[in-house]
């Protein structure tokens, strides 16, 4: 990935630091503010992404040709965006937690030009990725052990979000995607049955599914409601019992209608025709409240596709995140801005086993008794370091971390999340921090 994918800004400070000779070390922190409405929970994600950015980064000759003809700068200023690569260190919360408002995702400490240029990119990743695996774990909560299959890549915001959408799904309990390339990239189950095109391109809705069985007689899975859905789920049974079609091998998806109903109707059908074994997808613009109000009512169904909803994470499609300088050349800074406020220095969460509250320190604290730390080191002087970042121990960490989030946390509406605790060194570091720069502005410090 480009180093120009970046806002304008970051490169014009960059200059500015350079030119100034201002590179010592800089801490800048990534965090929520606050959680999306009836959210009680967030699911780190896009920490992968971020560190194969970090590990790239650079300018080529392109981007600094782009940058001399675009924004006029001059040579003395091109070489030393040449010589920048990200050489630094990261903290960050392991893939496939669960975190809550105001806790770090991420804090990186490099050279400040260096950790100022790459804050549009980290932003990015770990935003969207963790906004929509928070929007699958509901899912996941509402499924209430059916097995749920990604649906999203024709509609997420641009295809490498298809990729992610597939991934953190997966990660958080979703057994398969119908996206080929992330099933193919990540080790996935591909999943698939046919689209309501394949019926209509053949003279009868019987010699559609004769067609599908006969080309793919293990993965005989029939879209039953092109036309009219109840006799659509009788010809999938009658052809099944003709072709002598093993019960485990056949299903059929519903994709409109009362979901509730239909599933009823088509659960008896296949139970008359001797198809015990047969599968019932759902899929149509489903979410966690409809998948919710389905499993409350006691719908016969096995599996259900979701798409739009959780690729876009529809109701919370962005979080509210910042990444703020914490400290530089040694020195704690903050933003004291009503609303805005932010905590001085480079930080820790501690987490004990119950359902207590978490605690934000500074992270040269302590830790408090049978508690653990949630951010990490993950890479040094530009290079990983550490263990436990691959995809399957993402999908322990959340497996761990779902057993351990309380009920009213996990609730799809109104949630209680678990509460946040400041230390009470890192309350004296921002009273000693906002009182440092009070005193500097009022003796009108240059």
Not at 336 to 342: D, E, I, L, R, V
Request: glycine share 8%; proline share 5%.
């Amino acid at each position: 990935m480009t180093a120009l994918h970046t806002d304008l800004y970051e490169i014009r400070m960059a200059v500015s630091y350079l030119r100034r000779g201002m590179t010592e070390p800089a801490t800048f922190s990534l965090f929520a503010r606050d959680l999306p409405h009836d959210r009680g929970f967030l699911v780190c994600a896009g920490l992968a992404d971020c560190l194969d950015f970090l590990a790239r980064f650079h300018f080529d000759d392109d981007e600094l040709d782009y940058l001399r003809e675009e924004l006029g700068l001059g040579e003395r200023d091109l070489e030393a965006l040449a010589r920048l690569c990200f050489e630094g260190d990261v903290w960050a919360v392991p893939e496939g937690h669960v975190v809550f408002a105001n806790e770090p995702l991420i804090e990186v400490t490099a050279s400040l030009p260096q950790a100022q240029l790459v804050e549009t990119t980290l932003l990015n990743f770990l935003t969207f990725q963790t906004a929509v695996a928070t929007k699958a774990a509901r899912c996941r909560i509402a499924a209430d052990g059916a097995e749920l299959v990604d649906f999203s890549a024709r509609r997420t915001h641009g295809v490498h979000a298809a990729f992610a959408a597939a991934r953190v799904s997966a990660m958080v309990g979703f057994a398969g995607t119908s996206h080929v390339a992330a099933a193919s990239r990540f080790g996935l189950r591909p999943v698939g049955t046919m689209a309501h095109s394949y019926v209509e391109a053949f003279p009868s809705e019987r010699a559609a599914f004769r067609a599908f069985a006969e080309d793919f007689p293990d993965a005989t899975v029939f879209l039953v409601d092109t036309y009219d859905t109840v006799n659509g789920v009788r010809t999938a049974a009658d052809l099944a019992k003709t072709l002598h079609l093993p019960s485990a091998r056949v299903g059929v998806r519903l994709d409109s209608g009362d979901l509730d109903a239909l599933s009823r109707v088509t659960r008896k059908i296949l139970d008359d025709a001797g198809l015990p074994e047969a599968r019932i997808m759902a899929s149509g613009g489903l979410d966690e409240h409809a998948i919710l109000r389905l499993v409350r009512a006691g719908a016969p169904i096995d599996s259900y596709g979701v798409g739009t909803k959780m690729g876009v994470s529809a109701d919370a499609p962005s979080l509210d995140t910042a990444y703020k300088l914490v400290e530089y050349a040694g020195r704690p800074v903050m933003k004291t801005s009503p609303g805005k406020a932010t905590l001085p220095g480079a930080k820790q969460v501690y987490r004990n086993g119950s359902a207590g509250p978490d605690v934000l320190t500074r992270r040269a604290e302590q830790a408090p008794h049978d508690s653990l730390p949630l951010l990490v080191p993950v890479m040094r002087a530009g290079e990983r370091v550490g263990s436990g970042h691959e995809f399957a121990d993402a999908r322990a960490r959340f497996e761990h971390d779902l057993a351990w989030l309380p009920e009213a946390a996990k609730r799809l509406r109104v949630p209680e999340p678990v509460g946040v605790q400041r230390s009470a060194q890192l309350d004296e570091l921002a009273e000693r921090t906002a009182k440092a720069f009070r005193s500097r502005e009022a003796a009108g410090w240059r």
